[in-house]
């Protein structure tokens, strides 16, 4: 009987730290060691009653909860990530499965992230005044490229069902990478008649993302993915200065020789964002790599725009501003992957796209001009940026 029960113990002994069930990966639970078996001698039992367990034996083996399934996981289907549901999610090695990540109440997050802008711009244009005969659209174009490097901060709150970031950014350097295009035209004609290009630098700018979220469902049977409505407000301002004017086409005539040194233009461009949306979410882990969660997101947003343009180079001191409205489309994939119990990196893509329509205000006091016109007044912006991140959890 000795022998019966040192075999038993070994047994359940093994079972008990096993790292591998149903072909997925289950990190060690601390708590099952031998001392949770607490196996007492048995009593010398009677010859009549050898084969029977002994009585002392079966209350006492007790194997930890923490490393049974949950419901579902064995089908593989609605409790695939809940195969990890387990109190050991605050242990140091447990805490990095995927399971544990998805149900990980996070506090306080502080992130420090990079952001590069390609193929970003943003423009306005108008035509003459309606009461004006003739009249065309466009009769001035304007496009800033937005091609840069920006860098802030993002702090957060976490739980399991509900989160609250807010982002701030601001531009690492005065540089910007393309030049302003100035177009306009003199007669209602498919062509511009005059181009003028233009360097261009950073001046006080600043981006602001507000963003709640909340989990609608963890997953359903048919889609097994996270679903979280999301919610937000962003402001971006966009302050900057032309320098170095090169006038490549006037009256029709291209030419290469006429040419300003010197600040030109001081253009300043806000848009205010009120979105509302939803995030997919799926929290994968393969082997002993590190958890990662990707999150698909879109949301739609209704915008207000506003845009001051000093034209230092002009007669007088020209102002003209545009007070517009419209609509936001934004597209994200983030990844987060978690290196560390409390620290993650995270990459992200991001398209963002704004239309608005408005009202033109044209404004020269020392030549006693001030004017207000709709004809042909449209702000528009298109953003692609990729994000590099840095999270650590308080």
């Not at 113990?9 to 093994?14: E, K, M, P, S």
């Not at 702090?155 to 399991?160: A, K, R």
């Not at 964002?273 to 997101?297: A, E, H, S």
Request: proline share 6%; aromatic share 16%; hydrophobic share 35%.
């Amino acid at each position: 009987m000795n022998k019966t029960l040192l075999t038993t113990v070994i047994i359940l002994a093994v079972a008990g730290t096993a790292t591998a069930q149903n072909g997925m990966y289950v990190p060690f639970n601390p708590g099952v060691t031998q001392a949770s078996f607490d196996v007492q001698a048995a009593p010398t039992a009677a010859p009549e009653t050898a084969l029977a367990p002994s009585p002392a034996i079966s209350p006492s083996i007790s194997p930890s909860p923490s490393i049974a399934p949950s419901p579902g996981a064995e089908s593989g289907g609605v409790g695939f990530l809940n195969y990890f549901n387990s109190p050991s999610c605050d242990d140091g090695q447990a805490a990095m499965d995927a399971y544990c990540m998805s149900k990980k109440s996070r506090p306080l997050t502080f992130d420090y992230r990079i952001r590069s802008f390609f193929n970003a711009h943003t423009g306005y244009e108008f035509g003459l005044p309606e009461t004006e005969t003739p009249n065309w659209k466009p009769l001035s174009r304007l496009d800033f490229p937005l091609n840069s490097f920006w860098h802030g901060l993002e702090m957060g709150s976490e739980w399991e069902n509900f989160e609250i970031h807010v982002e701030w950014l601001t531009p690492m350097q005065s540089r910007i990478n393309g030049d302003m295009h100035d177009y306009d035209w003199q007669e209602p004609v498919a062509d511009y008649s005059d181009l003028g290009i233009v360097k261009e630098r950073w001046k006080e700018s600043h981006m602001v993302d507000l963003k709640i979220n909340f989990k609608l469902w963890d997953q359903l049977s048919w889609f097994p993915m996270e679903f979280w409505p999301t919610g937000g407000f962003r402001w971006q301002r966009f302050n900057i200065m032309t320098f170095d004017l090169h006038q490549v086409k006037s009256n029709g005539i291209w030419t290469l020789n006429d040419g300003y040194y010197g600040d030109c233009i001081d253009f300043c461009q806000d848009y205010y964002v009120t979105y509302i949306g939803g995030q997919l979410r799926k929290n994968w882990q393969w082997g002993n790599l590190p958890p990662v969660r990707f999150t698909l997101q879109a949301d739609w947003g209704y915008t207000d725009s506003f845009n001051v343009d000093h034209h230092l180079l002009r007669e007088g001191d020209r102002y003209t501003k545009e007070s517009t409205w419209g609509d936001t489309f934004h597209y994200g994939i983030t990844s987060e992957f978690m290196l560390r119990r409390n620290f993650s990196f995270g990459i992200s893509a991001d398209y963002q796209q704004t239309s608005t329509v408005g009202k033109h205000h044209f404004i020269n006091e020392p030549l006693g001009v001030d004017e207000e016109w709709k004809n042909g007044v449209r702000v528009w912006s298109d953003q692609a940026s990729l994000t590099m991140f840095f999270r650590l959890d308080i």
